[in-house]
């Protein structure tokens, strides 16, 4: 099993920056990828950004040049820094960890953290 806890959400004008926590606890050796979702109501979980335990990294088209991923595989933490917010960046952040095991994959996840733009 693996814990993850989020902290940084909070509310923020149009331009501003925020940065958003996620600490993991747990069989934290599992871990192959971890990195940040978000919602928003009536619409479908989507990516934000991930990052391998190898520091490859991967971003949704609208976040590329304004939000930056990244890991401490030694703290087990991955944080990821939100620049030139907009209102369409409002949502419910989640830290996701999927581990690979012999026994198959699982994904993990945080109990979300929002993030409010207002303009």
């Known amino acids: 099993q693996v814990q993850l806890v989020e902290s940084g959400g909070g509310s923020v004008q149009a331009g501003g920056s925020l940065r958003l926590s996620c600490a993991g606890s747990g069989n934290i050796g599992s871990i192959y990828v971890m990195g940040w979702y978000r919602q928003t109501p009536g619409k479908q979980r989507e990516l934000v950004a991930t990052i391998t335990n190898g520091g490859s990294t991967d971003y949704a088209d609208s976040v590329k040049g304004r939000f930056a991923i990244s890991r401490d595989n030694a703290k087990n933490t991955v944080d990821l820094q939100m620049n030139r917010l907009n209102s369409e960046d409002t949502a419910v952040y989640y830290c996701?960890?999927?581990?690979?095991?012999?026994?198959?994959?699982?994904?993990?996840w945080g109990q979300g953290t929002q993030v409010t733009v207002s303009s």
């Open positions: 996701q960890a999927r581990s690979i095991t012999p026994y198959g994959t699982s994904d993990y």
